[in-house]
């Protein structure tokens, strides 16, 4: 098994256990199907990126929740080391290398978007903001029917509790850091 899928398997069954929900309760909330749920519990599938949007939307946690591993007092993380989150039939790449914690409020994600990729992405909960700073590339957000651009070297901050899209605009791999904060 994957370590992520172990993470991810170990967690939505603690969470889903703490709040005695059952998997039937589980994909009411969510819209992703009990057999899913159960195959990721399983840690037999490696979850879409809209799919765990679903299941953190539906359980009302962060996206990284669902993946964070216990904390040390130092940690480095190397994005080879970790198995990509995939959207846009792979060509949107979410490498998750901070997990949301309570205390600190946000999270932390390495992205890869191939030329002429796009992602539609969710609403957070009310307040949440989101920070992206592009390394390579251009990145166009759409929210609320304005598109946003950047390339590299220029950072963009959103309001991510309504809908929004991400495109790469440019010829080349676009890469970005992405610091979601959710508001207490």
């Known amino acids: 098994m994957d370590s992520i899928n172990f993470v991810v398997a170990e967690n939505l069954k603690r969470l889903r256990e703490e709040r005695k929900l059952s998997l ?3 994909s009411k909330l969510s819209g992703v199907s009990k057999s899913m749920l159960g195959q990721i519990e399983r840690g037999d599938v ?3 990126i809209s799919t765990v949007w ?3 939307n539906g359980l009302k946690i962060s996206f990284t929740e669902l993946m964070s591993r ?3 007092d130092h940690e480095v993380i190397n994005s080879k080391q970790i198995r990509p ?3 846009d039939g792979g060509k949107y790449r979410n490498y998750p290398m901070f997990s949301f914690d309570g205390e600190r409020r946000f999270e932390i994600f390495y992205i890869e978007l191939d030329a002429g990729s796009r992602l539609e992405a969710e609403p957070h909960p009310a307040g949440t903001q989101e920070f ?3 390394f390579s590339g251009r990145l166009s957000v759409s929210v609320d029917n304005e598109t946003l651009s950047i390339e590299s070297g220029s950072s963009l901050r959103f309001q991510a509790d309504r ?3 991400y495109q790469n605009t440019g010829d080349e ?3 970005i850091s992405m610091v979601i904060y959710y508001p207490r």
């Open 132 to 134: 992206i700073t592009a």
């Open 85 to 87: 989150l995939l959207g």
């Open 173 to 175: 791999v676009c890469r």
């Open 163 to 165: 809908p929004h899209r």
């Open 70 to 72: 216990p904390e040390t």
């Open 46 to 48: 490696n979850p879409t």
């Open 54 to 56: 679903k299941i953190t």
């Open 24 to 26: 039937d309760a589980v």
